[in-house]
């Protein structure tokens, strides 16, 4: 058998070096917004614009303050709804002292904020320590004094002061065509509900929210406004 030369062997022996220390192969890089899952089976995200309520106490002084529930220093008002804007000023013409205030809105950084449409105003008989947490709406009425509760457990309806209670299951609370409306399971209570100022002057309160309710063959009328639970 004929052995390689020198020249042969040393030339074999860096071959074998340089594939020794060369790198591995970079794999191809995968593109972020690329999945193995075909993208157009992914559920799709809910599109319904969510409400954000801001809750405290707005003073019209100084072109507008608005304190926030367990905040103690004022912010500054740098934008407000119109509708909310002539409410305020209305329920607000002595501008002796600051009005509870629930609305769409945004707190802004450390000392701004951005008002939107009202939910309801009030003198003395609603503050942050009112029960709004597990209400996803109620209502009652401005003459005959019927009320109103939904929580996303039941709708709660007593025609009159002192009557028994209806308890009927809650079904949903949707978008219409000019407001909102309230839906029962057994389809014996249904109410509409549309935007805009419904006074109450027994409690010195604006609510956000007109409602026609329509229960046991009869139409209740009255004033509404939206709690802070989810639908």
């Known amino acids: ?9 040393m030339m074999l022996m860096a071959v074998s070096a340089l594939a020794a220390c060369s790198p ?11 999945s193995e899952t075909d993208q157009s089976q992914l559920p799709v995200a809910d599109s319904r614009p969510s409400v954000a309520f801001i809750r405290g106490y707005y003073e019209a002084s100084d072109g507008g303050l608005f304190t926030a529930c367990s905040e ?8 407000i709804d119109v509708a909310t804007a002539a409410a305020m000023a209305k329920a607000n013409q002595a501008l002796d002292r600051p009005r509870y205030l629930m609305a769409e809105g945004n707190l802004s ?17 609603w503050n942050c320590e009112s029960r709004l ?16 509760e939904v929580t996303p457990a039941a709708v709660t309806f007593a025609p009159a002061p002192g009557a028994a209670p209806e308890i009927h299951a809650f079904e949903a609370l949707q978008p219409g065509s000019d407001g909102l409306g309230l839906k029962t399971t057994d389809s014996k209570l249904s109410a509409s509900l549309h935007s805009g100022a419904c006074i109450e002057t027994m409690t010195d309160t604006t609510f956000g929210w007109s409602i026609k ?14 709690g802070l639970a989810a639908p």
Not at 1 to 9: D, G, K, Y
Not at 24 to 34: E, I, R, Y
Not at 74 to 79: C, I
């Open 72 to 79: 103690t220093s004022r912010r500054r008002v740098t934008s």
């Open 213 to 226: 309710l329509m229960a046991n063959g009869q139409t209740f009328v009255g004033c509404a406004w939206r």
């Open 1 to 9: 058998m004929q052995l390689p030369n020198l020249r042969t062997c």
């Open 109 to 125: 950084g450390k000392d701004e904020v951005e008002i939107g449409p009202f939910n309801l105003i009030s003198g003395d008989a």
């Open 24 to 34: 591995a192969p970079t794999p191809a890089s995968v593109d972020a917004g690329q």
């Open 133 to 148: 947490d597990d209400v996803v709406l109620a209502a009652r009425g401005a003459d005959v004094l019927w009320s109103l």
